[in-house]
């Protein structure tokens, strides 16, 4: 297994994020890809379940592999991918294409807190293996928060992204999909998390972890030493310059990527907070006790292969 790596957060949690996850990916966009190609099935029956002429946004899209789905019926929804690597970025946005057929999708460079949006433009949202690269508690929960109000917006920080995402759907009939790590690594994991004494029954929810896991270059993916160089972003600042090279002086470099592994109970902890942080109930349509409430349901929670994940509908009564 390979070691991942507890610490502690002491700089901004922006620049934090600047260094060990903006950087690091656009390094390593090409290698990254090419080990991700399979859609989780959960998520892919989320987007086959979904009406024909709905639009939705990947935020955090990647190499955009959900971009192409629902693979039973092609086209019958319209998936918007935005990240912030501009280098997965030129992936994504041919996501699927053969060759011969060259498929062009709708991506956009963006940071998934950003409020580009108008308020519920979206029928869904998904947020796969996204939020845990949020290094605080109230960016994450921002995160949901405007993907359930881009579903309606706020502050910045794991709460945040939540908000993010629930302000980014329809307030009437919005989806929302959300994925992140978790502590409870299964059978097949190559990843060894390290966890803290905070695992007693007296303290719940249970926080997870902040750790760097590392990422090794393939021998074939790694290039010569003196191009590097070309591959760091225009705009990065010579602090980032620093962080996002090899942490080893080997041939083949390895780079650190910063994620918050989420423990049991967390994410829907997390949930609920940015749900009551927008002023929405949290529970069915039919719970509510008069007219013109709103509101956000758990439709299902749950761990799958290393992952805890959670989906949303948004309603008014």
């Known amino acids: 297994m390979k070691p991942v790596k507890s610490i502690t957060i002491i700089d901004d949690p922006q620049v934090h994020e600047d260094q060990h996850v903006h950087v690091v990916y656009d390094q390593i966009a090409s290698h990254f890809s090419s080990t991700r190609y399979k859609p989780w099935p959960i998520i892919a029956k989320f987007l086959s379940d979904l009406p024909t002429g709905w639009i939705g946004l990947d935020s955090g899209t990647g190499n955009g592999k959900y971009l192409p789905l629902p693979a039973d019926r092609p086209g019958s929804v319209l998936t918007i991918g935005l990240d912030r690597s ?6 994504a946005q041919h996501a699927g294409s053969e060759p011969g057929c060259l498929i062009t999708r709708e991506v956009v460079w963006g940071d998934i807190l950003g409020s580009g949006w108008r308020l519920g433009a979206f029928d ?13 508690h109230d960016r994450r929960k921002l995160a949901v928060q405007v993907r359930v109000t881009f579903i309606y917006r706020q502050k910045v920080h794991h709460q945040h992204v939540l908000q993010c995402l629930l302000q980014a759907v ?3 009939h919005g989806r929302v999909m959300i994925y992140v790590w978790a502590i409870e690594q299964d059978e097949l994991s190559k990843r ?3 966890t803290s004494d ?4 007296d303290h719940y ?12 270059m393939s021998q ?31 041939e083949i470099p390895v780079y650190n990527r910063y994620y918050h592994m989420f423990a049991k109970g967390e994410l829907k902890h997390l949930t609920i907070q940015a749900v009551e942080g927008l002023g929405l109930m949290v529970g069915s349509r039919e719970s509510a006790n008069a007219k013109g409430c709103r509101g956000v349901e758990i439709i299902q929670e749950g761990w799958e292969r290393s992952n805890y994940y959670v989906e949303l509908r948004r309603w008014v009564s």
């Open 86 to 91: 501009r280098n997965l970025l030129q992936i």
């Open 170 to 172: 329809s307030p009437i």
């Open 220 to 250: 074939n993916q790694h290039t010569a030493k003196g191009k590097f160089k070309n591959d760091i972003p225009p705009s990065a600042t010579s602090k980032e310059v620093v962080s996002a090279a090899p942490t080893l002086a080997a």
């Open 124 to 136: 869904y949202t998904i947020s796969i293996a996204t939020i845990h690269h949020l290094a605080s």
């Open 198 to 201: 905070t695992d007693g029954s």
């Open 205 to 216: 929810p249970l926080t997870g972890e902040d750790v760097f896991v590392p990422w090794v």
């Open 192 to 194: 060894s998390i390290p």
